[in-house]
């Protein structure tokens, strides 16, 4: 298994791998940068076809949490971890009891919460090991799970999109295809229909598909279509490569933004978005909305005002990036990565 020739190495300050015989864990946990802070980031438990690809996942997952956090003006850097999903039956208690464990280990480099997979009580389970985790639904700070916060980020950046391509303030009459309707997309997509817009999706699940029929009056398609419908946005909610040479041709949503990590299935792809005219919402800045609501917990005293005065900063940080790429003709990601770095170098010095 390659590590440090990986593509997502990157000057990972820390690469740290997990196993426990009894509960059949088998976890990586990745530190990427902890200038601003100790590195937090979610944990994705995902049934990997092999441990080149949990590792390539984290190290990938890790990276953009630095840049995410940053970009979120939190104070701490970027980690994530993944568990390798046993295969077959498993007890679950065991498992994150153990990954506690190892997410105690490491000293408070490391802070986690919810990814893909992971639920609050998974953290209440991880909660009986360390103190180095956050997304719990009891506790003093408890914020519960981060996702209905993504979603709201989500939704204000959607809205700059929106005002930034049509000039108008209000999504009343947007049609919108959401990837994904799991705890982000769900609740994304229920504020979209509120705010008037009309939701096309797509998702694995049959019964989150019928729910959404059934309560938001979604036009349901299949998976391999969501991303060609013509519609104005395409919004990734699933998993990370949405955006990759395949699927670029076909998109036709003049804005991509949604709250799946690692969109685009490589940075080059940016530069041909923009020669598309389709305005791209870099994904670690729009989806930040999570982390921030972690972020006031691990603080120790949960503060919805600071919550959301830190949403309105993403929605004002991702304007500023659509106005600098304008102004310098570089893709949304590459300016994002810019700030991102710039912010953590700023914090180095
Ligand atoms: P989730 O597991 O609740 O939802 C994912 C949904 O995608 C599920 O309903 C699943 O069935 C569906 N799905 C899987 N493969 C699919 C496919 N090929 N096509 C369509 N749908 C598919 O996860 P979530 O918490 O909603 O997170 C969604 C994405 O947002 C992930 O990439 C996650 O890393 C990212 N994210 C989540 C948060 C958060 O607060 N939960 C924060 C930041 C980023």
Not at 6 to 32: P, T, Y
Not at 109 to 116: K, N, Q
């Amino acid at each position: 298994m390659a590590v440090f020739n990986s593509l997502n190495f990157e000057n990972h300050e820390g690469v740290h791998f997990f196993a426990d015989e009894d509960s059949g864990l088998k976890a990586i946990i990745a530190v990427h940068n902890t200038v601003r802070g100790p590195g937090a980031g979610g944990t994705r438990l995902w049934q990997y076809s092999n441990e080149q690809a949990a590792l390539d996942d984290v190290l990938n997952l890790s990276k953009a949490m630095s840049y995410k956090n940053a970009m979120a003006d939190i104070p701490f850097g970027g980690g994530k971890g993944v568990i390798i999903r046993p295969e077959g039956d498993f007890d679950r208690k065991a498992l994150f009891a153990a990954y506690g464990r190892a997410v105690e280990s490491l000293g408070g480099i490391y802070c986690t919460a919810e990814d893909v997979g992971v639920t609050p009580s998974d953290m209440e389970v991880i909660r009986t090991q360390t103190k180095f985790v956050g997304g719990l639904d009891h506790g003093v700070a408890a914020s519960g799970d981060p996702s209905p916060v993504t979603a709201e980020g989500v939704f204000r950046g959607l809205k700059v999109a929106w005002k930034k391509v049509s000039g108008q303030s209000d999504l009343g009459g947007v049609r919108v295809a959401v990837q994904g309707l799991g705890h982000v997309g769900y609740t994304l997509a229920e504020k979209l229909v509120h705010a008037g817009a009309k939701v096309w999706a797509a998702d694995i699940n049959e019964n989150v598909l019928t729910k959404a029929k059934r309560e938001l009056g979604a036009v349901i398609v299949p998976i391999d279509e969501i991303h060609t419908q013509d519609v104005d946005i395409f919004a990734p909610c699933a998993l990370g490569g949405a955006v990759n040479p395949k699927s670029l041709p076909e998109i036709k949503a003049r804005i991509i933004g949604g709250a799946a990590n690692n969109q685009l299935s490589n940075s080059d792809l940016g530069i041909d978005l923009l020669e598309k005219g389709i305005l791209y919402c870099p994904d670690y800045v729009i989806n930040g909305g999570g982390i921030i609501n972690v972020a006031s917990e691990l603080s120790g005293t949960y503060d919805p005002k600071w919550v959301d005065a830190r949403l309105d900063g993403l929605s004002r940080t991702l304007k500023e990036i659509f106005e600098i790429s304008d102004d310098s003709g570089q893709p949304t990601n590459i300016v994002a990565d810019k700030i991102a770095k710039m912010r953590i170098t700023s914090a180095q010095t």
